[in-house]
């Protein structure tokens, strides 16, 4: 009954607030009320469940009577290489032949040159297939065109949040056209709706007449129009070419009537959030206000620190990924994917693109979540990174008390260099790598089974929560496969001390959850006819060192032959590894980083002796950190092996070594604070 009533009242809120969440207010409103349902305690009856939907029912219906704009819009990247291509055929030929001129000043067509590296990306890249694209944002809500829009206000190609952004039909990497700069036109549609309200814009824009020729407008400075009675069912044209110009301003301004109705529904949909919420759950709200407020400060350091670097890839905003790079292969198979649910052919999308997988498997899904229910935005990720200090200070609170849960919290929230930073995430989620949501995922089972496991000192035995935590463990390894030989270790150690305990239920419901890592073998089979258990470049190409390496090495060493291809390999490896300096904001913070390190080696050393003490103890004190410590090592054993030797890799198995480090320190502190007392 309690399970029911959470995850009834969180699609509750999501009903409530509307699919797709596409501003940010929305996404914060149903991040922060989904941590309160998960963190409340739910009220005994169907009843509550059943006024909350009710009260969910009459706010939609409220919130559907309520006037909007209902734009349609058609946009598409505007790119051009020969005559008759389809924007060609069908955008108005003043209009496209005024774009094609301000297009060919800034690219030049010269076939001469089409082998040099500026006109590189006219061979390697695609042009349009058809004169408007497809949105995410319109999985849901039928668009004429593209999408349907009742409010419109972008300066840049990532705010205007274009989904053709990160196609792979454009993957330019090479040559004069940067991502970034890609050129893009929208066309707005305008209703009856929309009648009284202002477009503004700067620079040249194309109004369709009553007689259904254009009216060239260019506006030096920002200036307005009022759409007029006639206006209705026009057409509205305008191109940007950002490599020209790096901002532009378009908005549209509703009318009061139009304004009104938005005011509105903003207020209905928080107050249908919180009457779900109140309706559903009951006091204490101690645990629910704790965690609002480490997840308030997670979101607002992500934003904050995003808002700082090139592109801005995380929240609302929907920029091109860099060319040829591992985020926009993600975001680009998991769109198409979301594209694909929406055709109802979920065959092909839980395909993935790949009948064996070769790419990193799991950041596509999750994309293609994101997109079901964000539309064409990263509101999903920054939500996961919000929930990052949550998960670090329950981690931390399992071993020592609250103080020193919240120090080591606000440590790793504010922590600029290194690892064990919550920058260090954000910025690897905001390339789209799966680093991140991998980490997140581990401490969540982590987190868990620790409470889960008497042995562990955990006190919650419930079914629920051992499965959840063996799905989250085995998804961790969908998203990074390098973190399998710590999801084995973690799940091997809470099935043996359940054994012990004699809990056959604990080990079931732990191995129904874990079974979601067999998606990966199962898909590999069903497509494509092979078994591999992850990935096929997992089994060949990433994976350039073996263990018959280091032990050529070791003979060489013991020869006296410093100089082989085994050793010098291996050292390299190794040196890759073990001094690397982590992430670092700023080339100005390098010193800190070097003093950092030192402490990140120190953890190393930790870790290994918290588990060969444990093991010369019989496994039988202190095993709760061991398991925690061994867990570090596993995650670092993939960094002897694998293809490169990046921070970025390496980071979730310094984080757990730091993490010990933490505990460790913390609990001396304490000691020493009991023995003065």
């Known amino acids: 009954m309690l399970l029911i009533t959470k995850v009834g009242a969180t699609l509750l809120l999501l009903f409530a ?10 996404a914060i409103l149903l991040g922060s009320t989904s941590l309160a349902v998960l963190f409340g305690v739910p009220r005994r009856g169907y009843r509550y469940l059943a006024a909350a939907a009710v009260v969910v029912i009459a706010c939609v219906g409220l919130k559907s009577l309520l006037p909007r704009a209902d734009i349609a819009e058609a946009h598409n990247a505007f790119l051009v290489k020969q005559a008759g291509e389809p924007l060609q055929r069908a955008l108005p030929p003043e209009v496209f032949a005024s774009w094609k001129s301000q297009f060919d000043a800034l690219y030049p067509p010269d076939p001469a040159s089409a082998q040099i590296a500026p006109y590189q990306w006219r061979l390697m890249g695609g042009t349009p297939e058809t004169w408007f694209t497809e949105s995410s944002d319109a999985i849901w809500r039928k668009a004429k065109y593209t999408r349907q829009v009742d409010a419109i206000d972008f300066r840049s190609l990532g705010e205007f949040r274009g989904g053709f952004a990160n196609d792979l039909r454009y993957n330019f990497w090479q040559g004069q056209l940067l991502r970034e700069e890609m050129p893009f036109y929208v066309m707005y549609e305008l209703t009856r709706a929309s009648i009284e309200s202002r477009l503004v814009w700067k620079g040249q824009l194309f109004w369709q007449k009553a007689d259904g020729s254009f009216e060239e407008i260019v506006h030096p400075q920002v200036a307005a129009r009022v759409i007029e009675s006639e206006d209705a069912g026009k057409r509205v044209y305008v191109a940007f070419f950002p490599k020209r110009d790096r901002s532009f301003d378009f908005a549209f301004e509703p009318s009061r009537t139009l304004l009104a109705s938005r005011w509105a529904s903003i207020l209905l949909t928080i107050a249908c959030g919180l009457a ?11 645990a629910s206000i704790q965690a609002l407020l480490i997840f308030a400060a997670g979101y607002l350091l992500s934003a904050g620190f995003v808002s700082t670097r090139p592109g801005a890839y995380l929240g609302r905003s929907y920029p091109p990924h860099a060319g040829g790079d591992d985020g926009l292969l993600h975001d680009a198979y998991g769109r198409s994917m979301a594209m694909l649910v929406r055709q109802g052919d979920l065959v092909q999308a839980f395909k993935g693109f790949e009948d064996v997988y070769w790419f990193t498997p799991g950041t596509r899904y999750f994309r293609m979540v994101e997109k079901l229910l964000f539309g064409d935005t990263n509101h999903l990720y920054t939500l996961v990174l919000a929930c990052l200090p949550i998960l670090v200070f329950y981690l931390m609170r399992h071993f020592v008390r609250t103080y020193w849960a919240g120090v080591t919290t606000a440590v790793f929230c504010v922590l600029l260099v290194g690892n064990f930073t919550l920058f260090q995430y954000v910025d690897n989620a905001n390339r789209g790598y799966g680093e991140a949501l991998g980490g997140a995922l581990y401490l969540l089972g982590l987190v868990l089974m620790l409470r889960s496991q008497p042995t562990w000192g955990g006190t919650d035995g419930n079914l629920r929560t051992v499965a959840v935590a063996g ?24 099935a043996v001390a359940s054994w012990r305990l004699g809990n056959w239920r604990l080990i079931a419901a732990l191995a129904m959850g874990l079974g979601f890592a067999l998606w990966m073998p199962a898909h590999n089979l069903m497509y494509g006819g092979e078994f591999y258990l992850i990935s096929k470049s997992g089994a060949t190409l990433s994976v350039p060192l073996g263990i018959g390496d ?28 073990l001094f690397d300096r982590g992430y670092v904001v700023r080339e100005e913070l390098m010193p800190v980083a070097v003093g950092l390190h030192a402490v990140r080696l120190l953890a190393l050393c930790l870790i290994v002796w918290v588990a060969v003490r444990w093991v010369r103890d019989a496994l039988g004190k202190g095993t709760d950190l061991a398991v925690v410590a061994i867990a570090a090592i596993f995650a670092h054993i993939p960094m002897l092996f694998i293809f490169s030797t990046n921070y970025r890799y390496a980071m979730f198995g310094w984080d757990l070594s730091l993490i010990v480090l933490c505990i460790w320190c913390a609990r001396l502190g304490e000691s020493r604070s009991s023995l003065r007392a």
């Open 276 to 286: 779900v919420l109140l309706l559903t759950h009951r006091g204490p709200w101690f």
């Open 471 to 494: 799905a989250a463990l085995a998804a961790s390894m969908f998203m990074r496969p390098n973190f399998a030989f710590a999801v084995v270790w973690l799940g091997a150690a809470f």
């Open 550 to 577: 280091y032990a050529a090495a070791l003979g060489d060493v013991a020869r006296g032959r410093d100089a082989t291809e085994a050793v010098s390999a291996t050292s390299e490896q190794l040196s890759g590894w």
């Open 17 to 26: 607030v509307g699919v797709p969440v596409l501003e940010t207010w929305e």
